[in-house]
């Protein structure tokens, strides 16, 4: 069987490259494009992100990426959002004012609470796992992620596969169907994270088959 084509989301922020480079280091083969044609036909997308949600919301709005991305998950294809990536699946975020999300998972992002401590969250934090799922197969538990970010998404119960504590526990890794998010970097996280992205690459070549 062939490896999977990964499309990678590119709307001008995001690590873009570092998402490339480890989707190519676990056999996926990675479009890194912004343009819809492009990445409308293969087997699962990325949505990386670094920075405000509005201003990233704006910038799918104005690529025709965001109603790519919706149409795409409701036929089946895998999704996989990264740190803002994630937050962005959400229905809405209060950030400089709030913004509407893309809305493929219950949800609104909210600042992370956490009394006495610095923010952004930045370093490495154990994840635990709620329950068992493909895209955290043969992953230990507890398990350590690069985390960098100052917003959480309150997810509905059902969808949050993993959680993490920074001041408030939240939901640092979330699963609908076909929809997946992770709070922190898989691409910034050692062999961990190149594990999950073999997973999720997994997750796309089944679909696909």
Known sequence: ?????????????????????????????????????????????????????????????????????????????????????????????????????????????????????????IGWNEVSWRRESSLVSDLPQPCAFYHVHSFVAHAADDDVLGESRYGETFASVVERGCVFGVQFHPEKSSMLGLALLANFSAICERVTA
Not at 14 to 36: C, T
Not at 40 to 54: E, H, K, S
Not at 70 to 94: D, N
Request: aromatic letters at 2%.
């Open 1 to 121: 069987m062939s490896a999977p084509t990964i499309g990678v989301v590119d709307y001008g922020m995001g690590n873009r490259r570092s998402v490339e480079k480890a989707l190519e280091h676990v056999g996926a083969r990675a479009v890194v494009s912004h343009d819809p044609e492009r990445v409308v036909g293969t087997d699962g997308l990325i949505v990386p992100g670094v920075g405000a949600f509005p201003q990233a919301m704006g910038n799918l709005s104005d690529l025709g990426l965001d109603t790519l991305i919706v149409a795409r998950a409701k036929a089946g294809t895998p999704i996989l959002g990264i740190c803002l990536g994630m937050q962005l699946l959400f229905e809405a975020s209060t950030e400089l004012g709030g913004s509407e999300g893309l809305g493929l998972l219950a949800g609104r992002v909210e600042r992370l609470e956490a009394p006495g401590a610095k923010l952004p969250h």
